[in-house]
């Protein structure tokens, strides 16, 4: 079936660091990948998303390309800010009609003065 | 535009109980998704409701079910509360479906005691 692999939180970082997120991916055929951010107290938000391999999401200084050679999706940031603590869900969307979405537990990050 | 909005935001119930929630899509959107999160389980997907009709279902038992009105405002109700039914309880709309991006609203924070 499909399953998104994360990586094991809780990461913390200074400020000014440079941030990755390990994500990898099982499915077949070529699904769409996303980062979702979720800030304390709310809901999800969609970070950033890519539909096709070599395709790369950005958003908010945030990066992740869709390497579909290595099944990944990795989320990088080169200069942290504590504004940035989060918890990160990575996901997937199959390609196949009313399939749904499939999240990884989560990381969460948080970003030291 | 507004966001999705989510009612109540928290609530306490006992077990045994039921508890129905509600979820205001965006305007103009025709999907309605809900999501579980916890702690050990991570995001679970529990249904999907598209023009009045329940078009996915995720694995729940039957105490959970869910229905959505003309307008597309969702409902979920979970009947005889039990302990592991705390949870978030998120929901996510979209313009026809779970192929295009999803925007979740803030919770609703149950708590069963």
């Not at chain 1, 998104?4 to 400020?15: A, D, F, I, R």
Request: glycine letters at 10%; hydrophobic letters at 30%; a positive charge.
């Amino acid at each position: 079936g499909n399953s998104v692999t994360q990586m094991e939180g809780p990461v913390t970082l200074s400020e000014e660091a440079f941030l990755t997120i390990n994500c990898t991916y099982t499915a077949t055929g070529y699904p769409s990948l996303f980062w979702y951010v979720q800030y304390p107290g709310e809901g999800l938000q969609l970070l950033l998303k890519a539909t096709k391999a070599d395709d790369k999401g950005s958003n908010k200084g945030f990066e992740a390309t869709y390497r579909k050679e290595t099944t990944s999706f990795h989320l990088e940031k080169g200069s942290v800010q504590v504004s940035d603590s989060a918890v990160y869900f990575c996901a997937l969307l199959p390609p196949e009609r009313n399939e749904k979405l499939t999240f990884g537990t989560g990381t969460r990050l948080t970003i030291i003065p | 535009k507004a966001g999705v909005t989510q009612t109540p935001r928290y609530l306490i119930k006992t077990r045994g109980q039921q508890v129905t929630l509600s979820c205001s899509p965006i305007s103009g959107h025709r999907s309605v998704s809900w999501y579980q999160q916890t702690p050990g389980q991570g995001l679970q997907f529990l249904f999907e409701y598209f023009s009045e009709t329940q078009r996915n279902k995720g694995n729940f038992p039957g105490r959970f079910s869910g229905r959505q009105f003309s307008n597309s405002r969702s409902e979920m109700n979970v009947s005889t509360l039990e302990l592991g039914d705390s949870a978030l309880y998120l929901c996510a709309s979209s313009w026809s479906g779970s192929r295009e991006t999803q925007y979740f609203g803030p919770g609703t924070r149950l708590l069963v005691l």
